[in-house]
């Protein structure tokens, strides 16, 4: 097992925290040194306030030392993707936009995190507002994924992903809309999961996609994806879509028969790498292995979920991302001489070409005579997807597949075909699309690049999927592995 | 399906100056997109959608007033401002 | 003109309800606050927030259904309607398109009478529906720059739509009048005008009498005052009828209107009309009304107005006049009943005193003037008014029964207002009790037939000259310091002199 402080996982840094043999200081300290010397060459993290991290460190370790600890998560470092608000630090979603906006109110999340004890650790680099796949949108700085520093570390949480596998800290935030927790965190050999759409509140979470966004966990371990789980998934009644404690107590209980899982038809033709596919199958055939049946599910709708998931994405998108105008906070051009004039320039200097391409196609989405051709036909397409998963979980616990197509790209190789880039997410998509939770788990390499795999439960089952996961995570030797770098 | 894309309209919708260079290259790139999509022309669809979530009373908020940021706070986050009140460009007849 | 042409003409009413917080946001609303003083991250759109509805909004919004006889839907929902302007914060206003919180309803109205003491027509308008939306910050424009203040960003608005059902100014301005009374009634608003909390946009048309089809109508924004709407459709009406009669179409379009000048100007034609491009805000879930709050708000709503009009004159004898006076507060409407319960045999006595006196101290002492065409909804505290139900009633009471005469009473009602005591302690402190002694004032009567001054008055009075014995009652009144009861001195003489 791993021995430098950086290696360890966040249970296990717990328990020697709890067990007197660490200290939160010598924990931040140790992370601080690979801080410098790896910061610069990976790109995870867009900034970090020594002072402060070091400052809370200390209040943890007082607390500790005065019998107050405030959970197991007291004293532990967790990173923050940049478009996830922490009072009085930046908020700038990886954008020249809000490049000098500092957030007067903690999310929800960081509030919870707080609360917890957790220590409030650096901020992370994503694609611009979360569009992309790269985190090559991102208008601060260039991603490396740690495993090969010429390739993407996927995106939009390629921050978030690249700081956990290069051991820059043990637990990260990431937000998710059509992937972008679960497809960097399988470019990155790590764990990354997205919670049911309500589970956590988006209080305080900058909106891509209000429909579809969900903050969740990622982490080295599945112990420590659902121990930061546990603290997120709070209820908040300042998120109206966040589910309260009522709706929360009806989770499904952990059954003792044994695991179904669900294998879409057809799964592994089309786009998917020979080794990505092989990396699946042997997680179908350990899981059959250990018992489990394997089921083969219909979900002929697949197909539509990438054109519905960006029509109603990028509608949403093109509103949410409307208020970015210069006029109350965030980039404003200098030269302009009337109002509308300043705010189509402040956007047109603030936001970079993703963004743009995104806000144009969801602005033609909704627009008068092609609304109801693409909008609302989108909402009608994913009400049948939602449907058709649905029904395959009534039959089947969890649904299986690679979490993406193919292994990370090199960086700059597919930034001239938005449509390329879309189809990573074809097997991430439809959990979002449904609202359902979805965990992506580090299962082999295709070369020397680490792929996941995917499963997909019904509403509430995050513990089934850990329970799922864990049992795979335990037969192998994926779990912390770490690059050398 | 995208017959009648119209890039300056849009742009002028979204409040977005394009350049003639990124004019072709969103049009030819949203085209190609919009292709891609006509799946969704052919699908055969439910006749309504039922994705909207639904919520009771209780997810509503009490009347209670809260904390106000203050005006100092606005103007400071403001790009610019003048005697506690955010400053743009002066608006002329009916732009919006 | 008014007998060729039909003026076609629905209203748009934005009102910002009565809540204390804004309706998506926990910041606090009201006039008269600094500059963005009553902002929140919500409120300024920050990025990451979330709107959270205001339940009492909602309330709000139903009592209002319920008052105008609405259909309250199962569920409603809200939409974001996107443009770009600096006083929008988030560049889409949250509204109602499809889903709104009420379906349906009507207004009665009441036209103005031939003369003040006349009831006018009474006509019922249809309300097509009510929507539940956010209202948007102010901009003010300096000379080099604008300026934005978003304390007004987000405050309550309930956007009511009504049918093309009312035909001319007069009916717009019945129609304002008639939905003020109720709104404020019910609590649902304040509908001070002055404070722009009713606002409203006009859409007009005009068609040949006979028409079945209607003409191609414009909308007005933006009129802050009843009287804007009134002078704004008669300018437009006329401007139409011009228009057409000078061989020209009327173009769709959407119009301001420059109260100063009271002249209309084009904003935009339908050419350039907005694509709002509505879709529904993933944020807000939509919201299921229970039946439970629909019931419980049921009994929250007032006897209608022109309901409580018609119980006064036809049960309760009074004049058209004092009842639409009593009707149209009902803080005093409330209060005159609970004076006529304790002296029901005079409700017309007391309605007298409470429509005229009591109303024109009220307003004189809090300086409002009362029933002013900008203040239809009588603003008038009763809270610190001295004089309780029960006393006025004392007071028509110890009239009627002839304890005092009517202009004893004026005196002992200005003590009453002033002190707040029974009207029976003024009257035996001041000995104002009326003399009612028949044996003194027969001596008194009869010395002053005795007086050959009235000598004359007495022989026309003999001949038949009924009214010559209204001369000898002065006197006699004078004599007795005005204590003298009329009636007794009226039977007395026709006694004496019989």
């Keep these: 097992m791993a021995e430098e402080i950086y290696q360890l996982s966040a249970t296990e840094i717990s328990s020697r925290l709890a067990a007197g043999k660490l200290t939160s200081r010598a924990v931040v300290e140790a992370l601080i040194v690979r801080y410098h010397q790896l910061n610069k060459k990976i790109g995870a993290f867009t900034s970090l306030d020594e002072k402060d991290v070091l400052a809370q460190a200390d209040a943890s370790d007082a607390r500790r030392k005065a019998g107050k600890v405030l959970s197991p998560l007291d004293g532990i470092p967790v990173a923050i993707k940049e478009n996830i608000a922490v009072k009085g630090q930046p908020l700038t979603c990886s954008s020249k936009m809000l490049a000098n906006l500092v957030s007067p109110y903690d ?175 042997a997680a179908i055939d350990f899981y059959k292995s250990k018992g489990a049946t394997i089921v083969e599910v219909d979900l002929p709708s697949s197909e539509l979920a990438v054109p519905t998931y960006y029509v109603v994405a990028t509608a949403e998108a093109s509103s949410n991302l409307a208020r970015y105008d210069g006029v109350r906070y965030g980039h404003r051009s200098a030269n302009a001489k009337t109002p509308i004039e300043m705010m189509t320039n402040s956007r047109s200097e603030g936001f970079g070409p993703e963004v ?115 049992l795979f995570e335990s037969a192998h030797s994926f779990a912390n592995q770490q690059p050398t770098l | 399906m995208a017959k009648g894309f119209d890039i300056d309209h ?34 055969d669809l439910p006749v309504n959608s039922d994705v909207a979530l639904v919520v009771t009373e209780k997810a509503l908020r009490s009347d209670e007033p809260g904390m106000s940021l203050g005006s100092d706070a606005v103007t400071k986050i403001a790009p610019a401002s003048h005697d506690g009140q955010i400053s743009v460009p002066r608006v002329v007849d009916d732009e919006s | ?150 304390n007004r960003a987000g405050v309550p608005l309930l956007e009511i739509v009504t049918e093309p059902d009312l035909r001319s100014a007069a009916e717009a301005s019945a129609f304002l009048n008639a939905l003020v009374v109720k709104l404020t009634q019910a609590g649902v608003a304040d509908c001070d005008m002055e404070k722009g909390q009713l606002r409203c946009d006009a859409n007009v048309s005009v068609r040949r009498m006979g028409d079945t089809q209607l003409g191609t109508r414009t909308e007005t924004k933006n009129l802050n005052s009843i009287s804007g709407v009134r002078d704004c459709i008669i300018y437009e009406s006329r401007r139409q009828i011009a228009q057409i009669e000078a061989g020209h179409k009327i173009t769709q379009e959407t119009r301001g209107w420059n109260a100063e000048m009271s002249r209309g100007y084009v904003l935009r034609d339908k050419e350039d009309a907005h694509d709002y491009r509505y879709f529904p805000d993933p944020d807000i879930p939509t919201l299921k009304i229970s039946r439970e709050t629909v019931n419980r708000l049921k009994k929250h709503v007032p006897e209608a107005p022109f309901d409580r009009q ?136 009869a010395e002053v037939i005795a007086d050959p001054a009235v000598a004359k008055s007495i022989a026309e009075y003999r001949a038949g000259n009924e009214k010559a014995i209204n001369a000898l009652k002065g006197p006699i009144m004078k004599r007795t310091q005005g204590k003298a009861n009329p009636v007794m001195i009226d039977q007395l003489l026709r006694k004496l002199l019989g």
């Excluded at chain 1, 789980?229 to 009522?246: G, H, I, N, Q």
């Excluded at chain 1, 051709?373 to 649905?390: G, T």
């Excluded at chain 3, 398109?97 to 009831?119: C, Q, Y």
Aim: proline content about 5%; aromatic content about 6%; overall charge negative.
């Design chain 1, 107 to 281: 999310a929800h999340v960081v509030e919870a995190l707080k609360s917890a004890g957790a220590i409030i650790y650096g901020r992370l680099n994503m694609d611009e507002f979360a569009m992309g796949s790269s985190t090559e949108n991102s208008a601060i700085q260039k991603t490396f994924n740690p495993w090969d520093l010429a390739c993407i570390p996927g995106g939009s949480s390629g921050g978030s992903a690249a700081s956990l596998a290069s051991g820059l800290v043990p637990l990260a935030l990431g937000s998710d809309t059509g992937g972008s927790i679960r497809q960097p965190a399988s470019h990155c050999g790590i764990v990354g999961m997205k919670p049911t759409y309500g589970l956590v509140s988006r209080f305080g979470l900058v909106a891509f996609a209000s429909s579809l966004d969900q903050i969740g966990p990622m982490a080295r371990t599945i112990a420590d994806c659902e121990l930061l789980l546990k603290v997120l998934a709070t209820p908040d009644a300042r998120d109206m879509t966040c589910f309260d404690s009522t709706q929360r107590s009806q989770l499904p209980v952990a059954t003792e028969k044994s695991l179904r899982i669900g294998i879409p038809k057809g799964l592994l033709g089309k786009g998917v790498g020979a080794e990505v596919a092989a990396a699946t199958q």
């Design chain 1, 356 to 470: 743009k391409r995104r806000i144009l196609l969801g602005t033609f989405v909704l627009s008068a005579g092609y609304a109801d051709a693409y909008y609302v036909r989108a909402l009608r397409a994913r009400s049948k997807i939602r449907a058709e998963h649905l029904a395959a979980l009534e039959k089947v616990d969890m649904i299986l597949s690679p979490t993406v197509p193919t292994p990370a790209f090199k960086v700059g190789e597919k930034v001239s075909d938005p449509l390329q880039l879309y189809l990573e997410d074809i097997f991430t998509i439809p959990a979002n699309l449904a609202g359902l939770p979805a965990l992506s788990v580090p299962c082999g390499k295709s070369g020397h690049l680490p792929v996941g795999f995917h499963l997909v439960g019904a509403p509430l089952s995050e513990s089934k999927l850990f329970a799922a996961a864990q």
């Design chain 2, 10 to 43: 849009l742009a002028k919708l979204a409040r977005l100056n394009l350049t003639a260079e990124e004019k072709v290259l969103y049009s030819n790139q949203l085209t190609h997109v919009l292709t891609y999509f006509e799946t969704l022309a052919k699908a």
């Design chain 3, 1 to 150: 003109m008014s007998n060729e042409w039909e003026i076609v003409i629905g209203l748009e009413v934005h009102v910002q309800l009565h809540t204390r917080a804004k309706v998506f946001a926990s910041a606090s609303w009201g006039f008269g606050k600094e500059p963005n003083e009553q902002v929140d991250p919500v409120v300024l759109g920050l990025p990451g927030t979330l709107p959270v509805v205001n339940r009492e909004a909602v309330e709000k919004s139903i009592l209002f259904g319920l008052v105008v006889d609405a259909e309250i839907p199962e569920q409603c929902a809200w939409d974001r309607k996107n443009y770009f302007y600096p006083d929008n914060p988030k560049n889409y206003q949250l509204t109602q398109k499809d889903f709104p919180v009420t379906m349906g309803g009507k207004v009665e109205i009441e036209l103005p009478g031939a003369a003040r003491n006349i009831m006018g027509e009474h006509k019922w308008i249809r309300i097509h529906h009510a929507h539940l939306e956010e209202d948007v910050g102010k901009l003010s424009h300096s000379g080099s720059g604008s300026l934005v203040d978003y």
């Design chain 3, 310 to 445: 018609r119980r006064y004159i036809e049960k309760l004898n009074l004049p058209y006049t004092a009842a639409s006076v009593l009707i149209a507060d009902k803080a005093l409407a409330d209060w005159f009943e609970t004076a006529v319960a304790a002296h029901p045999t005079n409700a017309a006595g007391i309605a007298n005193w409470a429509a005229n006196d009591l109303l024109r101290e009220l307003s004189a002492q809090s300086g409002t003037e009362v029933g002013s065409d900008e203040t239809p909804a009588v603003k008038i505290s009763l809270d610190s008014c001295l004089i309780k139900p029960a006393q006025l009633a004392g007071l028509v009471k110890l009239t009627d029964e002839g304890v005092i005469s009517k202009q004893q009473a004026k005196e002992v009602f200005t003590e009453m207002f002033s002190t707040g005591k029974d009207a029976l302690a003024i009257v035996e402190a001041k000995g104002l009790r009326q003399n009612s002694d028949t044996g003194e004032l027969e001596k008194i009567v």
